[in-house]
């Protein structure tokens, strides 16, 4: 019997160790993401020869793509990326096709550097001699081959004074079939270009490893409470929950005021300030967990924080220059893609904290442990944001 109940004793203990690993493994491997989510503009308007074309893709993702750096300083000049021009073109080209590859992309107009909000980005104006018909089979696949966490997102424009139809594109999504006249784009249309913000608000959120590991660290302390003698296990698993609840309400109430204010352009941040205040709550919220700084208002500070987050989702759809109605449906899906993402992640993270909360070593290797390393995360973060410089591999 003692020989059993020992076995069953070393297979906990490896049990919760391996729950700890795979914890910090998590966070460990959001280092290489934890930036602006890759997103490229594609807007569209029929010709009575085909389409004018123009799309904006960000010039960090070209140079991840084709290394434009030529000089290898970290810093694309606009001779770097002139000398590619044409290597630029073909790659995008190659990235969509329009009716089944019908549809012949052109050069309409020198490529031209635009300044976003969010960096500076290459404006390709094309032409695509092909029929304008509707629906519109779409085929992105830009990017595809080196970053599976980018999207597309589509303006199709129509007659003046008609309502622009909108689409997230997802590159391992094959051909999207989009119809964009007003007779026939009402109702399946509207709720395809819904469905597609909404999981674009979900892949936001599970690449968005800065935010996931904001949330991460106010939670690892919602297992314990403090007490004279140091740090105890609660003993009733509810109890963790309402801590759990309670900080991602606030946090949710938080970063959907923001992105509903950014995105409807009331308030606008440049992600200059945006992404260096982001990793700085990373590293506050880490910081705490080894050493007091917030003094137990974690929701308060859940809900300060979360507004600065909303800042960060919000630039996905403000540049797609949507009329309000058509912003606010949009907005409203991608939130709710968020949530419920979000939803996913702090589930996982409930049942394993709760798994590792009587494990003797959860507040050395997990609480400390775990808030070292987002610490170090967050401060490689802050310093490259700061200075616009690539500390880490990748």
């Not at 490229?40 to 904006?56: C, H, V």
């Not at 308030?267 to 880490?286: C, D, F, H, Q, Y």
């Amino acid at each position: 019997m003692r020989a059993s109940i020992a076995c069953r004793s070393r297979a906990g203990r490896w049990l919760r160790a391996l729950l700890a690993l795979l914890l910090l493994g998590l966070a460990a491997a959001g280092a290489a993401s934890a930036h602006k989510a890759s997103d490229a503009y594609l807007f569209l308007s029929p010709e009575p020869d085909g389409w004018r074309l123009r799309w904006d893709i960000a010039l960090r993702d070209l140079e991840a793509a084709l290394d434009l750096d030529a000089d290898g300083d970290r810093r694309l000049q606009w001779g770097e990326v002139r000398s590619r021009l044409t290597e630029i073109e073909a790659y995008a080209a190659a990235g969509l096709r329009l009716q089944r590859g019908e549809c012949s992309l052109a050069q309409a107009q020198a490529p031209a550097i635009e300044r976003r909000i969010d960096g500076a980005y290459l404006v390709l104006r094309m032409a695509a001699a092909c029929t304008a018909a509707s629906p519109l089979l779409v085929e992105y696949r830009l990017l595809a081959d080196v970053d599976p966490t980018h999207r597309g997102l589509l303006r199709i424009d129509g007659e003046p004074g008609d309502v622009p139809v909108t689409r997230a594109l997802d590159p391992a999504e094959g051909i999207v079939r989009i119809a964009w006249r007003p007779d026939e784009a009402a109702g399946a249309e509207d709720a395809s270009s819904i469905a597609s913000f909404f999981r674009n608000g979900v892949h936001h959120i599970l690449v968005g490893h800065d935010h996931l590991l904001f949330l991460v660290c106010l939670l690892l302390p919602s297992v314990l409470r403090r007490t004279p003698q140091g740090w105890q296990a609660i003993d009733r698993p509810g109890e963790a929950l309402w801590r759990m609840l309670g900080i991602v309400t606030m946090f949710t109430m938080a970063h959907s005021i923001t992105l509903a204010a950014a995105g409807l352009q009331l308030v606008v941040l440049s992600p200059r300030i945006v992404e260096p205040g982001i990793a700085l709550t990373i590293a506050i919220a880490a910081f705490d967990n080894i050493h007091p700084i917030l003094r137990g208002r974690h929701k308060q500070f859940a809900f300060l924080f979360g507004l600065i987050h909303g800042f960060g989702f919000a630039a996905v759809l403000s540049e797609l220059g949507l009329p309000t109605g058509g912003l606010v449906k949009a907005l409203l899906a991608f939130n709710l893609g968020v949530e419920a993402g979000q939803l996913v992640v702090v589930v996982i993270a409930l049942a394993v904290l709760l798994a590792l909360r009587g494990w003797q070593r959860y507040v050395a290797v997990v609480l400390r442990g775990g808030s070292a390393v987002a610490l170090v995360l967050a401060s490689l973060w802050l310093v490259e944001r700061v200075a616009d410089l690539k500390l880490m591999p990748l």
